[in-house]
């Protein structure tokens, strides 16, 4: 009884260690909604934190001005400010502080556990690198190629146009081996990383797979939604997503 309260007191001692997130930095894009989304799941008052860019006078998007560089100077969004003055920019380490800061709330990387923390986070690698990184590319040397060609942090969207057939069916295989995999081990009522609760795997893929069906309109390119690509098992998850992104907001 003695050890369980002082390993609670120490935990207390260290979360009061923690700064608080003042400002989070958004703009338009899957992955300031799944940090938006994660700090919900926190019980943060997103809202009242959020500071969303808008385009300069110019035609310049806000996050990359000088003003804004010299704090993240990757010049993308999320990015967090906390009351030290500590600027914290990409989505897993934001969502990994979160997790620090908020330890009595359900674990968006697994949580103390070690084992729970390396099943969470293999699966995050595995929707990152298989799905979701070839689906952005896409969208940004596609679609999107005109917006990101016209800054010099990304010269190299114009040049990758030829590769968006490629990485378009890179998405659409992994979905179905997704597909299947899920289907073969999880149950009705389970997300992506196991169990009945989500984690930042599902935030992932949710955020990506909405957003992109939204941008790929045929502009530039041939149409692509990647859902399409899901069997029973992912559109049953969607809509239980849907069910948990409802209860979010």
Same mark, same amino acid.
């Given at each position: 009884?003695?050890?369980?309260?002082?390993?609670?007191?120490? $935990?207390?001692? @260290?979360?009061?260690?923690? !700064?608080?997130?003042?400002? %989070?930095?958004? =703009? #338009?894009?899957?992955?300031?909604?799944?940090?938006?989304?994660?700090?919900?799941?926190?019980?943060?008052?997103?809202?009242?934190?959020?500071?969303?860019?808008?385009?300069?006078?110019?035609?310049?998007?806000?996050?990359?001005?000088?003003?804004?560089?010299?704090?993240?100077?990757?010049?993308?969004?999320?990015?967090?400010?906390?009351?030290?003055?500590?600027?914290?920019?990409?989505?897993?380490?934001? $969502?990994?502080? @979160?997790?620090?800061?908020? !330890?009595?709330?359900?674990? %968006?990387?697994? =949580? #103390?556990?070690?084992?729970?923390?390396?099943?969470?986070?293999?699966?995050?690698?595995?929707?990152?690198?298989?799905?979701?990184?070839?689906?952005?590319?896409?969208?940004?040397?596609?679609?999107?190629?005109?917006?990101?060609?016209?800054?010099?942090?990304?010269?190299?969207?114009?040049?990758?146009?030829?590769?968006?057939?490629?990485?378009?069916?890179?998405?659409?295989?992994?979905?179905?081996?997704?597909?299947?995999?899920?289907?073969?081990?999880?149950?009705?009522?389970?997300?992506?990383?196991? =169990?009945?609760?989500?984690?930042?795997?599902?935030?992932?893929?949710?955020?990506?797979?909405?957003?992109?069906?939204?941008?790929?309109?045929?502009?530039?390119?041939?149409?692509?939604?990647?859902?399409?690509?899901?069997?029973?098992?992912?559109?049953?998850?969607?809509?239980?997503?849907?069910?948990?992104?409802?209860?979010?907001?």
């Amino acid at each position: 009884m003695r050890r369980q309260f002082l390993a609670r007191r120490g $935990a207390a001692a @260290a979360t009061r260690c923690v !700064p608080k997130i003042t400002t %989070l930095y958004v =703009g #338009p894009g899957p992955n300031p909604e799944m940090v938006k989304l994660g700090l919900a799941s926190k019980g943060v008052d997103v809202k009242s934190i959020t500071r969303r860019f808008k385009l300069a006078a110019d035609g310049t998007p806000e996050n990359r001005l000088r003003e804004f560089t010299k704090l993240n100077p990757a010049a993308t969004t999320p990015f967090v400010e906390l009351e030290d003055g500590t600027i914290l920019a990409e989505s897993v380490a934001i $969502a990994r502080y @979160a997790d620090a800061l908020y !330890p009595d709330a359900p674990a %968006l990387l697994g =949580g #103390p556990d070690a084992k729970r923390a390396a099943e969470v986070e293999m699966w995050l690698m595995r929707i990152m690198l298989q799905i979701v990184m070839p689906w952005q590319r896409s969208f940004q040397a596609g679609e999107a190629a005109p917006y990101f060609a016209s800054s010099k942090l990304h010269p190299w969207t114009e040049a990758a146009g030829a590769a968006v057939p490629s990485l378009r069916m890179m998405v659409t295989a992994n979905l179905e081996w997704l597909e299947g995999l899920m289907a073969d081990s999880r149950g009705a009522d389970e997300f992506i990383a196991g =169990g009945t609760r989500f984690t930042l795997p599902d935030l992932q893929l949710y955020t990506t797979a909405k957003f992109m069906a939204k941008v790929n309109t045929a502009k530039r390119t041939p149409p692509f939604d990647g859902r399409e690509a899901y069997g029973p098992w992912l559109k049953a998850w969607e809509a239980r997503m849907d069910d948990v992104v409802a209860g979010l907001k």
